[in-house]
């Protein structure tokens, strides 16, 4: 192999003709593979199964003197012992804990909803200022398409800003938050969807600096992988509420968190904060909006997973089921594309994916090749606000549901189509 | 005892001592009870018990093809076998129904929600429209205090009508909805809350019928008490969807149900309906909203309740429990209050609640009293929207959670306070 950088015509050509018969032979393998959505694999999920068997008897169920099953209302916001558990996920005092159902994106998309409807820091609802003119989120990308999502379907404008290897481009966010139709920011700060990259110490304190001009400015702190270390040590994170409540501005920041992959994926607990007189509104918008989430969960949660340092041990078994998968990937695309010097890829030391940047103009036709070869990725752009990539360069490889040889499989099918794709561009001819 | 409608002064005076005397016997017992909420009692809650028991291993939480302790996103709607189950509760097609998490008054606040940051049927959204003036929700009252503070949460006027015997007075209804600010009505249409009453045939009929000025006006039917049989037979209720469907007008109904009173209250399962359109509509919605409800809860229900017919076999055991609750009070309000011609009450065959009318000025006094001696009552107002009671005259009796002989001492003390308090308006003295 060598860089297709610098090859002349017939030096393209043969390779085109030779890689298009390694994707023929994989096309035929007939392969089902689906490496599109960061999904725990079966083994990652029974390591919880002891949690579904903890709690047996009636007695079991009674936590912080209530019968958990039942609706003890006045636990709105969480049963005592779920809120001091996720305390120190969300770095925050427990007070200004709130501990929601099996889903942190609906506890993001309630708190959107709270903006659209009823405002923040006594300001217009968003809902009505967005009449006189569209609001703004700023949108770290790539990032994660479901926050897009949410941003989307309620109307507001996002605007783009490039995510590098500290965290999003701050000077870029400086001066976005100028505007005063700028409301939030949505940020995944440890082991970022999908690039990985955890927000270094500066990039933190800038965000505790920023000075909006909009008093309702609310930075969405999806800290989805604050536990997802994939090797011994874990990057380190700085407190954003505890850098915010220096300046007494913690009002500024909703942190939400999940044991979505810690636990289950469709069973965890979700749990958010905010300062203390947004934690209260929540608390009594929350108790409007139910008598209560599912407090069974919470205590069958707190009881298996018990606190931070066991939370920890429990993460090193996952990681020992998904680390050779994402080195599998790793050792493939550094076999196939490092050398031909047509992409580049991020190395995580945690979370759910590796960002992989292909030759611009092609990632939509890389993922349209390896779904004809039977594996199935993330849509090219759906890391991007409104699902497009400007560069058509960004592919996000979500390594954990398939097997590993089922990944090396999938690995190599996708290098393949990597440098199809790249060849067609280079040669202008279409290999299929 | 007598009625205390022809007393002269000196026996009024004389009935007012020995009541007291009564009253404060009570109050020297010291009683710590409580009929504020309709919650099942510890005995009602382990009758499901067995449902937690039920799924152990990983394959346990297989069905319909997936692992139901995960994502499983294209499910977000709820399990085929939930929607299943839950089909026949709500009186409607499979497809039409979305399964929640745990909580319907969730699902019923989201809908409003919805209709304030969305609107229906093509409308502008009711937040938009609320900037030109109030929109309005009819509220039959007495009702659910937990609906009218949904309502004033978002605030949406509430406009109180009568409930009646055959349930809200629909001439008032119809003549409500021809004002186009009016957008819903809250209904609890079976063993309604607070009075027992299930809506008759011509009640539905007329339900079915109404043409609203609005056509984003929507009928928000919460047959939270669907199965609740106190007897052994059930009050027939006309199913609203098919009425409406007869004309095309299905997309007029939210429906909604739960089994928070039938397996667990604070760990249960809603769904809620809609016509076609509106179903897609809110599937979309719930997409973006959250990965999906947990689906193990779901899959516990469905394999532990099965279907209606085992449901209804399973409510009898429920009726066992909480029946002679319900008689012990109706027997002490027949015994302490017939005679004294100065209260009404239902005498509910289903659901949660008794609706006893005491003398018009002093149903506040009596839930002080009550509250003096030892016994927590819903406070006065609460079934009416703001929660004030125009006549001070409606208290919510809730019977299910204390023991059969603590609901007679309870009930005991309710009636003396509500004789004391009629005899205090009557002497125009204070007794205490």
Redesign the interface.
Known sequence: MFSYLNMNGGEAAAEQRAVARLYEQSRAAGLKLNMS?G??D?TQ??LS?GM??L????ED?MADGT???????PMCAGLPCAKAFFAPFLGVPEDNVIVG???S??LM??AV?RG??FGFSGCE?W??QS?RGKIKFICPAPGYD?HF??TE??GIEMVTVPMGRHGPDMDAVEELVKDPAVKGIWCVPKYSNPTGVTYSKETVERFASLRPAADDFRIFWDNAYCVHDLYGTSDELANLYELLARDGREEMAFIFVSTAKIS????GVAAMAAGAQGAARIKK?VS??????????QLRHVRFLKDMENVHAHMKKHAAVIRPKFEAVLNELDAQLTPAEIASWTKPRGGYFISLDVLPGTAKRVVELCAAAGVQMTPAGATFPYGIDPEDKNIRIAPTFPSVSEIEQAAELLCLCVRLAALEKITGVKAL
């Open positions: 959505r999904i725990p079966k999920v029974d199964q579904l068997e709690l047996k008897t009636p169920y019968d958990t099953r039942s609706y003890a209302a159902g099996n889903s994106l609906n998309h309630d909803a659209m409807v609802p809902a009505a009449l479901r999502a949410v379907h309620f289950f994926p469709g069973a918008a409007v909006q139910t008598i209560g989430f599912d407090k069974t969960n």
